[in-house]
């Protein structure tokens, strides 16, 4: 996909129809010769550096000053791929399977009162942790067994293996797989009893959010599934993979 984006570039490709045959224009637009399709190869460019910047976790502002475009052009490019990472996750999904770790946290700024599971003001966040595999991540509005086993029912297969710590909204677990609890009062895990690749994976997700000095509750669903994907693909080329799904719908 990166390469094709460069031929249409350098106009050797038609971003419409794949022509190979196109024309400069006055305006330093190309036309394709086929189906007459008019574009700037500048726009692509652009957000092919923006993306660039995204994939490397550059924040907006930084990729404002080093890029010279405006602030709310690229605050609206980096929500866009935020956007198509929350749809490409909802689309590529499939049940966990295997060993799961489960957990919740708490996610906002530091404030007065009570913290973890009597923390009111913070969002809850519910996850998954395949072994080996991937992470599931889902905003809930309570941490009530109904809400919790509803969330593992939607998206973990029956007969799992599923880690927990001791809190109550798990008992029900055993209904639905083998479950193995961990109490956090006596030990952080023995061998492959331990929750420890989840909780890693929420100090991932909250050191990288606390770059952005706070986010609103009202895109933070965004926010959290861009943590997920780049941590379910921390092994591939975060860049390649941004410029496949953002621009594969152009070519469908």
């Not at 036309?31 to 700037?40: A, G, I, P, Q, W």
């Not at 726009?43 to 709310?72: C, M, Q, W």
Request: hydrophobic residues 30%.
């Amino acid at each position: 996909m990166l390469e094709i984006v460069e031929r249409i570039i350098h106009g050797k490709q038609c971003p419409n129809c794949g022509n190979e045959r196109l024309y400069r224009l006055k305006d330093k637009r190309f036309k394709c010769s086929e189906c007459l399709h008019k574009y700037s190869p500048f726009r692509v460019e652009k957000d092919l550096k923006l993306l660039h910047y995204f994939s490397l976790e550059i924040p907006a502002r930084k990729s404002t000053r080093d890029l010279g475009f405006s602030y709310n052009m690229v605050r609206n490019h980096y929500m866009n791929y935020r956007v198509e990472i929350f749809d490409y996750l909802a689309e590529e999904f499939r049940k966990l399977s295997g060993e799961i770790e489960c957990d919740e946290s708490y996610f906002g700024g530091k404030k007065k009162g009570p913290r973890g599971r009597g923390a009111r003001e913070k969002v809850k966040v519910f996850g998954m942790l395949e072994r080996q595999g991937r992470i599931f991540t889902a905003i809930v509005d309570n941490v009530t067994a109904e809400t919790l086993m509803n969330e593992i029912i939607d998206h973990a297969e029956k007969g799992s293996v599923f880690y927990t710590d001791k809190f109550k909204s798990y008992k029900s677990l055993k209904f639905y797989g083998k479950h193995i609890t961990v109490d956090h009062g006596k030990e952080f895990g023995k061998g492959r009893k331990h929750i420890n690749g989840l909780e890693g994976f929420w100090s991932f997700a909250k050191e990288r959010l606390l770059k952005y000095h706070g986010v609103s509750k009202s895109y933070f669903h965004l926010y959290l599934k861009e943590m997920e994907f780049r941590y379910n693909y921390r092994k591939e080329n975060i860049y390649h993979k941004l410029v496949n799904i953002h621009f594969s719908p152009f070519f469908n």
